[in-house]
């Protein structure tokens, strides 16, 4: 449905990428009506669109790993569940290090894992890294972490699930709807943007990087910052071969299937100054001279720029700003994987049912950054 003038929403959610779709669907599964998504183009078309849309257990505090049990659960009951082609792909996830002091803390955080009932997961030495992946090199590896059960999807699959099952439940989605500006009024709020203007009782911000502008003006400053990340498709690769999603740590190299080919990047916790496509493309083959010299021949076909969702303490943000005013947004290249499940507690507290199991305080917007408890540091990147 496009948008037009003078809408009315009981809730109002903008965004329409996988958070967006997820709050909208759980929100009219738990009684809300008359909810509305605001999307600025098509459906999944900003950050969920580019997404690598790896899905894994492999977190270091309580908190993120319930949720990656949660959002594996989703993916592989999706299709299923809405009737809508969601396939999963079942490859595994390999961390990789050359540091034994790094090695150490993915041996830390997999007994946490286990103990919460995620994984299996397996720490493996040099050469059982070799037997998950022949075409990595064994040399100067400290060892690797592997979680077999884990995989990827196609994000943009599942906000057409959830987009599907919301409409089902009465959810009006409204597209080429961008709102640019979040006025508060007598009973609720008033959207502007080009196609008009809405009311709504309640508004969830579920924009994404677009969501600090639209909280700033309203007062709040929305830890969330655009995170940008080069990679490159190649041609036809490891034909009939299982590909982990790869991560090195050490280096950021990166490598997932995609297609008959690979998908590779270099991920860095902030790109340097003037760096580039062809600046990561460079790193990436030079790491890949010392973790997979059998990758270094590898055609390239595209290179691409996409940008994910930034937060500084590797939590997304999902909680009350104010009275009827909410947002789900800053998931740190994590939306694919965790945004269903988070979009569902949110959704929970909205409707004052709050998940008895789950405490998500720590996922508070508003939270003090040094204070909320421990740092996520297994976010898939570049340490030190």
């Keep these: 449905m496009t948008g037009h003038a003078d809408a009315v929403a009981g809730t109002a959610v903008i965004g329409g990428g996988i958070a967006g779709a997820a709050v909208a669907y759980y929100l009219a599964r738990g009684g809300a009506e008359d909810v509305v998504i605001f999307e600025r183009d098509q459906l999944a078309s900003g950050v969920t669109a580019a997404s690598f849309s790896g899905v894994r257990q492999q977190f270091s505090t309580p908190m993120e790993i319930e949720l990656s049990k949660r959002g594996l659960r989703f993916w592989k009951t999706c299709e299923a569940q809405f009737d809508s082609p969601c396939p999963f792909h079942q490859v595994g996830y390999l961390f990789l290090t050359g540091k034994p002091e790094l090695l150490a803390k993915f041996d830390e955080a997999a007994r946490l894992q286990a103990a919460l009932g995620a994984g299996p997961v397996h720490m493996l030495d040099p050469d059982g890294v070799v037997d998950v992946a022949p075409y990595l090199s064994a040399e100067g590896l400290a060892g690797g972490c592997y979680t077999p059960e884990d995989g990827r999807v196609t994000a943009t699959d599942g906000v057409a699930a959830l987009a599907k099952g919301a409409r089902e439940l009465g959810v009006q989605v409204r597209t080429h709807w961008p709102v640019d500006s979040i006025e508060r009024v007598p009973g609720g709020f008033v959207l502007t943007g080009q196609a008009g203007q809405a009311r709504a009782r309640t508004v969830v911000v579920a924009a994404g990087i677009w969501s600090p502008q639209l909280l700033t003006p309203l007062g709040f400053a929305l830890d ?15 034909t009939g071969t299982v590909v982990p999603l790869i991560v090195d740590f050490d280096t950021g190299f990166c490598v997932e299937r995609e297609g008959p080919g690979l998908a590779v990047t270099m991920l860095l916790p902030e790109l340097p100054p003037g760096y580039g496509q062809r600046e990561m493309l460079d790193d990436w083959y030079q790491a890949a ?7 270094v021949d590898l055609g390239i076909s595209h290179l691409l720029t996409a940008t994910a969702d930034g937060v500084t303490d590797g939590h997304p943000n999902a909680g009350q700003l104010d009275e009827d005013l909410w947002v789900i947004a800053g998931f740190a290249g994590h939306g694919a994987m965790h945004g269903p499940p988070v979009a569902e507690l949110l959704a929970r507290q909205i409707l004052g049912d709050p998940d008895p199991d789950i405490d998500i305080s720590a996922l508070n917007p508003l939270r003090a950054r040094d204070q909320h408890g421990a740092e996520e540091w297994m976010v898939a990147q570049k340490r030190g």
């Design 224 to 238: 969330v910052y655009p995170m940008k990340l080069h990679y490159a498709l190649t041609g036809p690769a490891l």
């Design 289 to 295: 001279t010392v973790r997979a010299p059998g990758l």
